[in-house]
């Protein structure tokens, strides 16, 4: 599981980066972990489950669209992602240095993953 919550956290933090949502770099490990709220954590998981089938359905999208569509998917995408995140109430620079936390502390990927739909 350890490695799947890495996979899972890199795959998140790669997805905004290639969607090019700002602040969705690879940010070194912070010197201290902040405390991140629950409330900011349930609203991190419900924004990265949401994302996460965005990305399902831009890699769809992506295989079957004509390449004059491309663009126009790409643009939906991003915006469908960064609504995805500023509808749970968390703006796209505090959901990305969330991941960026959860990347580098197991204690905080771990409090998340707890709280993700994620099928056995």
Known sequence: MRACAKSFIAA???AAGHFGVPGAGWAQAPSAV???SEQKLDAAAAAAERVMHLKQNFTEQMANADPADRARIVDD???AIASA???QGLSIEEYTSILEVAQNDDAVRKRIL??????N
């Open 12 to 14: 998140m933090l790669i």
């Open 34 to 36: 902040p405390n991140i």
């Open 77 to 79: 995408t991003k915006q």
């Open 85 to 87: 995140v500023t509808d």
């Open 114 to 119: 707890r709280r993700l739909q994620l099928p």
